[in-house]
């Protein structure tokens, strides 16, 4: 399979969901202005991902050492060690008791996830897949679904801005102002170990979508890790659950004034007459809005009928050119999505099914699936939040 070119014309979304739906093994190189990551696939599962670029504070043994789990002396032995007998530096750290086998998995998988997820902020870049074998470690990293990485990309980044405005400073320091709820499962043996399954795994993830007031282990974990002169990217580094997990769990505790947050000296945010402004604003340009997308999604509509295209006597589903299905799913995606923000505007929260777009008459039943033989997936994660994907076929 031949895929190379540039990701404006072909997004890390596009790339990943197609690599995972036919289950290829090889390699995925990625490169933008400054970066070069290669992506490895085993029958579509990602199984490592390596940053070629790799700034030296997220190098493996810098990582451990900013999560307090080894000391500096400890990685310079450990590294001098490396040197002479060219063993792996993790197999040296626990050979040698520095870290349990169980950590330093848990943190080579943060390495991998947080380098997966760093590409979804990508803006221009090229890539290139070339099939060729590899081999999975799955004593150092767990396989990870294409699609997983998918969904949780999507997630980052439609929650990141909220996240952005309520952290707006990597200084910023927090104090706990009332205790947490007593836990209502039974806690496990190792908080760091529950609070790194609970922001890595599927049903966590599930269970979280879109909302910023749960308690959950990374909550507990990142409290307990609050401390004078711990400022956010100290957290991060401790915490061990990766920048947005952590960020996510602040939050959560700042929404449910468990934590009072400090703002950087000189950078407070001014408040009084210019939350009422803002307010006020909202008001004008939400009815501006509504009055703009709706204009556009009639300009769209009249050029996107899937009715008025002279596609011959073959379906669209049928077509021989990839590249045609996905042009023609991409203007299809940007249709739907306008008529998701005008239902949005005027009744004040997504709709939980597509199909709420035909029965208030913004789009048509096959305007759901064109240019596929199945319905575009669509997941509501918030009022105002979702995600929209071609089928997975």
Sequence with gaps: MALTGTLKDFGIADILQLIGQQQKTGVLYLKSKDQDVQVFFRDGNIVRAESITRKKKDLIGNMLVRAELITEQQL???????????????DVLTSTGAISAQKLKQMMQLQVTETLYGLFSWKAGTYEFKQEDV???????T????????????????????????????AMTFERIKELPASK?????????AAFDDAFSEEKKDENK????????????????IGPGRDVRKLVDLSCLGEFETCKALVNLLNLDYIRAHQVSGRAASAGGAGLIVRVGGMVARAVVTVMV??????????????TWDLGDDSASSFADPAAQRLLARAQQARIEAALEVFRLEK???????????????LQREDLRYPWRDDYYYRRTSDRQFILLSPLR
């Design 76 to 90: 310079e032995n450990a590294l001098e060690t490396q040197k002479r007998t060219l063993k792996r530096l993790g």
């Design 135 to 141: 081999q999975s470690d799955s004593e150092s990293i």
């Design 143 to 170: 396989p990870l679904r294409a699609e997983s990485v998918l969904m949780e990309g999507f997630r980052m980044v439609d929650e990141w801005p909220h996240v952005r405005k309520k952290l707006p400073h990597e």
């Design 185 to 193: 499962s039974q806690p496990k043996e190792d908080d760091f170990d």
């Design 210 to 225: 879109g909302e910023f007031k749960s308690i959950g282990s990374a909550e507990r974990r990142v409290y307990e890790l």
């Design 294 to 307: 709706l204009a556009a999604l009639g300009f769209v509509g009249s050029r996107l009928r899937p009715d």
């Design 348 to 362: 004040g929260a997504l709709p939980e099914r597509l199909e709420a777009l035909v029965e208030v008459g913004l």
